[in-house]
């Protein structure tokens, strides 16, 4: 394989765009790959690819994607949990396919435009670091598979957004004021009830409860519903309430005044490691994808999972979600949230 030619996801956005340019400064010969998912978006891609000079091509990722991203996404909504499809898509779909490709034209390399970085440590293993701390996507990566990194090149690592978009205007690329991609690729309009209900059967309405099982009024469906929302409740009441519990088993959302929400372990499984983790061992965990960073302890157990004792009361734990472990910038590894033990509510 060649080592100074790398093939990049070219999505037609500005952070790749950028990230090719860059790339090409620094000598590599840049193979720039978009990802069809049956939403448009190629001739930006082919617009960038053209006027850099660099080779262009497309592949179909729309079979993968069902059924390793959306098909696990509406499953996750009907059993009361909330998905996290961009960490579940990198290591299933969306980096095979760059794999795939840099099989196919000999590229030592595969990069995106995430804002994350690299290094090889003292001994030669590969870390995964965090990018820029206010648009860090570090999170969204911590599902890669180890033996990856040594591959894998992230050119806007180091940059901030304000930055990467200063640079498209003076590259002079067409894409400079191209607003940035929505969150979750398949669901442009990010109502993400209406896809499911499109797709087919979804929970029907059921009852918002209290902690005493006493009937507070109507829901619309569970997939409505994550836990820790307040927003979107449409239920009149003294004080504010919360999603505190999602009950897939009999259709019912638990409301609360949102003091039972803190909660002091988490529990997850599959733990994806990418850096050594030693029983005990002190860390910071990420449980959603924010700046928000938790002291913990790591307690690896017997039956493969992971119980993280948070040193700080963490709010409402997601199960579906991930929890993303640090040492300093450093990605230690993840596991997917299956349960918390909670705080007492006040008065409990």
Known sequence: MDNKSVVLGLSGGVDSAVAACLLKEQGFQ????????GLGGRADAEAVAEQLGIPFSAGDIRQGLEEQVMEPFRQDYLAGR????CA????????????RRAQAVGAQYVATGHYARTFQEEGGAFGLYRGQEE???????????LEWLPRLLFPLGSLRK???????????????????SMEICFIPDKDYAAWLEQRGTV?????????????????????????????????????RLFVSEIRPEDNSVVLSDGSDLMAEAVWGEDWNPLAPVAPGQAVTVRLRHSKTETPARFYP????????AL?????????????????????????????AQRLPSPGA
């Open 30 to 37: 840049v193979y720039g790959h978009w990802l069809d998912i």
């Open 82 to 85: 909330t998905p996290l499809p």
């Open 88 to 99: 579940r898509c990198n290591p299933t779909v969306k980096f095979p396919a760059l794999f």
């Open 135 to 145: 648009n860090d996507q570090a999170y969204m990566l911590a599902r890669l598979p």
């Open 162 to 180: 304000t930055g990467v978009r200063a640079l498209a205007r003076q590259f002079g690329l067409p894409v400079a004021e191209k607003p940035d």
């Open 203 to 239: 929970p029907p309405p059921g009852n918002f409860v209290d902690r005493d099982g006493t009937v507070l009024g109507q829901h619309k469906g569970i997939h409505h519903y994550t836990i820790g929302q307040r927003r979107g409740l449409n239920l009149p009441a003294a004080h």
């Open 301 to 308: 157990q017997e039956d493969g999972s992971v119980r993280l």
């Open 311 to 339: 040193e700080a009361p963490a709010r409402a734990p997601t199960p579906g979600q991930l929890a993303v472990c640090y040492d300093g910038a450093r990605v230690l590894g993840s596991v997917w949230i299956t349960g």
